[in-house]
């Protein structure tokens, strides 16, 4: 059974930072790209970032790039997300995925796995 564990989320400041851990099993995780999603109530889940199978290419949507750093260490089964300089509109639940047949896709349909998500919430 495949499971994906978010963790890490929390309440900070803005300007802070917070890193966020995905935990995978049941799965060979070498094989899939990894990719980072968030939403918030009343949107639709939107693209953070995204890691190619070994880490050497990864994809950061706009709102994040300079900010955010993802990251995956294959032999924890595990990916990261670093993020710096939260500001209150990166406040949302954050859900990682995996994606076996596409690389590091933008587009949620890419994604075989989710985890459950980890929340978010920036104050000002």
């Known amino acids: 059974q495949v499971q994906l564990v978010e963790s890490g989320g929390g309440l900070v400041q803005a300007g802070g930072s917070l890193r966020l851990s995905c935990a995978a099993s049941?799965?060979?995780?070498?094989?899939?790209?990894m990719g980072w999603f968030r939403q918030t109530p009343g949107k639709e889940r939107e693209f953070v970032a995204a890691?190619?199978?070994?880490?050497?290419?990864?994809n950061y949507a706009d709102s994040v790039k300079g900010r955010f750093t993802i990251s995956r260490d294959n032999a924890k089964k595990t990916s990261y997300l670093q993020m710096n300089s939260l500001k209150p509109e990166d406040t949302a639940v954050y859900y990682c995925?995996?994606?076996?047949?596409?690389?590091?896709?933008?587009?949620?349909?890419?994604?075989?796995?989710w985890g459950q998500g980890t929340q978010v919430t920036v104050s000002s």
């Open positions: 049941g799965l060979t995780f070498s094989l899939y790209a």
């Open positions: 995925a995996l994606a076996r047949r596409t690389g590091y896709s933008v587009y949620e349909h890419d994604y075989d796995y």
């Open positions: 890691i190619s199978l070994s880490g050497g290419y990864n």
